[in-house]
Each structure stands twice: as structure tokens, then as C-alpha cells.
């Protein structure tokens, strides 16, 4: 998927990665800066299309630290990256993280980690990206809201259901009041999840039995 979005200044590239078939999202401005969002594994497909399109990477943004939203940092040390203070711990734990139960190891620069609470603000082209604190799949869990009509909401909402709450740092209560947190934005949003297909803020209130309770 190549698209332009919010009013036509901005590129997507999604790629599908890994084994539990996670979406990372390439978020292009016009000046071919890029933002990456959740890379999930080290797939050469993916370097080799920001090479090839001449596209120059200048952060990376975790929306959890599920190793399969996180395994990727590896092909982008030199990169800052962006994850809630909450779930930074995740990334020093295979327990926390479930890379236990496929035998991965989550590589990381410290260096380059920036944490962040709940409304932090990241420039990126005219815009910025705005961190929601999006609990209850995870402690830390982020959506990224970028120009007032763009949600990346990893595992916290998906379309017609929300993410799992059993693993480590997973609450129901705080999924129940994520999703009100989401509903309670004024006017409708693009919505582009951690797996499976984009959808809308509008679709979800009328659709997602999560949204309808």
C-alpha cells in the first residue's frame, strides 16, 4: 500500500512483517523525510524500499513493546526511537515482551531510546505526531495521532475488536476506558492498527461491539 493522506501531504507505505504479521507503517512527507512506525522485523524489503526511493528515515515510533512491534529497531539503531515510559521496560525483558515464546532477542540503542507520558508532542514535516496514552493492551501502550486526522493505534484498537489484555501489563478496565478515551475525539479519523485492515473512527462507533457497550 502507497497512498497520500491527510489532505495530501503526506505518503504510506505499509509493510507486513514477521510471523504474527504485524503492520509497519512508512509515513513520507514531501520532502521524502520519513517517519517508521512499529517495525516489527528485519526485513530487507524494507530497507531496501527506503534505499531505493530515496526516502531518509528520521525516527521510529512504538506504539507497545510486544516484540513483535519492536524487532526491527535493529535496522535502525542510529534512529531515534520513541516509546511510552511505561513499556520501555518490555524491551529489557523477553518475558515481558513474549519474544520468550519465539526464541528472539529484542536489540535496542539505548542512547537513541526517548521516553515519553501522555500528550508528548513530536515534530514531524508541518505537523507533529501526538502520543494518546492508549492503556490496557499493554502498560504503555501509544496512539499516534498525526495532523488532528490520523490514528496509529498498534494493538489498542483494531478494526471491529481491540487487542488482547491477558499478557503482561494488559488490563480490560483499561482497555474499557481507552476505548472511551478514543470515541470521546470530536469529528472522525483515519485508523491504521497494529494488524489487519485501516479503518475509521466513524466505522468503529458503529460497528466495534467495544465501542457500542
Same mark, same amino acid.
Given at each position: 500500500?502507497?497512498?497520500?493522506?491527510?489532505?495530501?501531504?503526506?505518503?504510506?507505505?505499509?509493510?507486513?512483517?514477521?510471523?504474527?504479521?504485524?503492520?509497519?507503517?512508512?509515513?513520507?512527507?514531501?520532502?521524502?523525510?520519513?517517519?517508521?512506525?512499529?517495525?516489527?522485523?528485519?526485513?530487507?524489503?524494507?530497507?531496501?524500499?527506503?534505499?531505493?526511493?530515496?526516502?531518509?528515515?528520521?525516527?521510529?515510533?512504538?506504539?507497545?513493546?510486544?516484540?513483535?512491534?519492536?524487532?526491527?529497531?535493529?535496522?535502525?539503531?542510529?534512529?531515534?526511537?520513541?516509546?511510552?515510559?511505561?513499556?520501555?521496560?518490555?524491551?529489557?525483558?523477553?518475558?515481558?515482551?513474549?519474544?520468550?515464546?519465539?526464541?528472539?532477542?529484542?536489540?535496542?540503542?539505548?542512547?537513541?531510546?526517548?521516553?515519553?507520558?501522555?500528550?508528548?508532542?513530536?515534530?514531524?514535516?508541518?505537523?507533529?505526531?501526538?502520543?494518546?496514552?492508549?492503556?490496557?493492551?499493554?502498560?504503555?501502550?501509544?496512539?499516534?495521532?498525526?495532523?488532528?486526522?490520523?490514528?496509529?493505534?498498534?494493538?489498542?484498537?483494531? *478494526?471491529?475488536?481491540? =487487542?488482547? @489484555?491477558?499478557?503482561?501489563? #494488559?488490563?480490560?478496565?483499561? %482497555?474499557?476506558?481507552?476505548?472511551? /478515551?478514543? *470515541?470521546?475525539?470530536? =469529528?472522525? @479519523?483515519?485508523?491504521?492498527? #497494529?494488524?489487519?485492515?485501516? %479503518?475509521?473512527?466513524?466505522?468503529? /462507533?458503529?460497528?466495534?461491539?467495544?465501542?457500542?457497550?
Amino acid at each position: 500500500m502507497e497512498k497520500f493522506f491527510s489532505n495530501g501531504k503526506y505518503r504510506l507505505k505499509k509493510f507486513v512483517l514477521g510471523q504474527l504479521k504485524t503492520n509497519c507503517y512508512l509515513i513520507v512527507d514531501k520532502n521524502d523525510d520519513c517517519a517508521i512506525v512499529d517495525p516489527g522485523a528485519c526485513d530487507p524489503a524494507l530497507t531496501e524500499w527506503i534505499r531505493a526511493n530515496g526516502i531518509n528515515p528520521r525516527f521510529v515510533l512504538l506504539t507497545h513493546g510486544h516484540f513483535d512491534h519492536v524487532l526491527g529497531l535493529k535496522q535502525f539503531l542510529s534512529l531515534p526511537a520513541y516509546i511510552h515510559e511505561f513499556d520501555k521496560e518490555m524491551l529489557d525483558s523477553s518475558k515481558k515482551s513474549s519474544a520468550n515464546f519465539f526464541n528472539k532477542d529484542i536489540e535496542y540503542n539505548e542512547e537513541n531510546l526517548i521516553t515519553f507520558s501522555d500528550g508528548f508532542k513530536i515534530p514531524f514535516g508541518s505537523d507533529f505526531f501526538t502520543a494518546i496514552h492508549t492503556p490496557g493492551h499493554t502498560k504503555g501502550s501509544t496512539t499516534y495521532l498525526l495532523s488532528d486526522q490520523t490514528l496509529f493505534t498498534g494493538d489498542a484498537i483494531f *478494526a471491529g475488536t481491540v =487487542g488482547r @489484555y491477558d499478557l503482561f501489563g #494488559g488490563s480490560e478496565e483499561k %482497555t474499557k476506558q481507552t476505548v472511551q /478515551k478514543i *470515541a470521546n475525539l470530536s =469529528g472522525n @479519523y483515519s485508523i491504521y492498527p #497494529g494488524h489487519g485492515r485501516p %479503518t475509521s473512527l466513524e466505522d468503529e /462507533k458503529k460497528t466495534n461491539q467495544y465501542f457500542l457497550q
